[in-house]
């Protein structure tokens, strides 16, 4: 079964750690995605990757920075926490049809990770 | 502006009745796709039904189907016959710029569904 693995289903830190928030996929997917969801606010992308070593900013991109050294490994990293970034972080990754062909991008997510800033 | 609009937060259906879901877009590009995922209580978002731009029929899959209309920029998703299992968060999404890959999906704020026995 296809999978995006989440490393962390629940953190607790506190403000101005350093967190690490690490995603797997092993569907030899192009594209990666980190988003974060709040109650009334939907699902907001803070960053996302199309290859190796790339990346884009997404709508929220402040606080937040990323890596992706491998295809299938795409981290989200908080380099100073702030009790603002408490949320749930889902991870997701697609492939490129080409073309716009069905189903194109349809997204995998991973399980999610709840990370709480004290 | 937004780009995806969900008006209703919360619905109730009886099990056994159709539902609608609302999603309205907002876009100028001629090539996207229209999206459906499913949240369950237990978190990991789940694919029901995509939408391309171009396509001329509505798309369905079993119990799901999306009432595309183009012209006002609506992909309302209706689910026949509401099954307990149903309750659940549901978001529309858009893929904007299908025929380049590095491309996002913006979504909507949700709808929670609960279906009454």
């Known amino acids: 079964d296809v999978k995006v693995t989440q490393s962390s289903r629940y953190l607790v830190k506190r403000t101005g750690e350093k967190v690490f928030l690490e995603c797997v996929q092993d569907m030899d997917h192009e594209n990666m995605f980190w988003y974060r969801q709040d109650p009334g606010l939907g699902l907001r992308l803070i960053y996302f990757?199309?290859?190796?070593?790339?990346?884009e900013k997404g709508d929220i991109p402040e606080g937040y920075s990323v890596s992706r050294e491998k295809k299938e490994r795409f981290s989200l990293i908080l380099e100073s926490a702030s009790t603002n970034q408490t949320s749930m972080y889902l991870c997701?990754?697609?492939?490129?049809?080409?073309?716009?062909?069905?189903?194109?991008?349809?997204?995998?997510f991973g399980a999610g990770s709840r990370l709480t800033v004290l | 502006a937004q780009k995806i609009t969900q008006t209703q937060p919360g619905m109730f259906v009886q099990e056994k009745e159709a539902v609608t879901l609302d999603c309205t877009y907002d876009?100028?590009?001629?090539?996207?796709?229209l999206f459906w995922y499913k949240q369950p209580s237990s978190g990991e978002m789940i694919f029901l039904i995509y939408q391309g731009s171009y396509d001329q029929q509505n798309a369905t899959e079993g119990r799901y189907s999306l009432n595309f209309q183009k012209a006002r920029k609506s992909a309302n998703l209706v689910i026949s016959a509401s099954q307990l299992g149903d309750s659940a968060m549901y978001f529309c999404?858009?893929?904007?710029?299908?025929?380049?890959?590095?491309?996002?999906?913006?979504f909507g704020d949700g709808t929670t569904l609960t279906v009454k026995p």
């Open positions: 876009t100028s590009d001629p090539s996207y796709g």
């Open positions: 990757s199309y290859d190796v070593k790339m990346k």
């Open positions: 997701a990754s697609s492939s490129f049809l080409g073309g716009g062909g069905f189903r194109a991008n349809v997204l995998t």
């Open positions: 999404a858009m893929r904007e710029g299908l025929d380049t890959n590095a491309g996002k999906s913006t």
